[in-house]
């Protein structure tokens, strides 16, 4: 997963017409930790698609800008555009984010 270090270099991976996955998250996190745990195996399993992830303390006003209220959350991009968002709430096992990939990527 690449780690995104500025606003400009989001807006430009945002732009992709394949769909982007973005991870925010922190490091304070526990949270954040625990999926970091489970996530290698689904990056394997939808590896066709490009993940990237945010450090929501990092790049100020991006997380609400999107509407990050919570971390860690997986928001997925197409051509600028947010497309979906799973929230923190639901990204606590690999079943809730397999879920959420399924239904939005197939």
Known sequence: MEAI????????????DKPVIIKFF???????????????????QYNEYNWYEVNSDEIEGLAQKFEVMGI????????????????SAYTK??????????????
């Open 93 to 106: 096992t690999p079943d809730d984010v397999l879920e959420f990939l399924q239904q939005q990527l197939g």
């Open 5 to 16: 270090k500025t606003e400009e270099q989001f807006n430009e991976i945002i732009q992709s």
């Open 26 to 44: 922190a490091d304070w996190c526990p949270d954040c930790k625990r999926m970091d745990m489970f996530i290698g195996d689904i990056l394997e």
């Open 72 to 87: 860690p959350s997986l928001l997925i991009f197409q051509n600028g555009e947010k497309i979906a968002h799973r929230h």
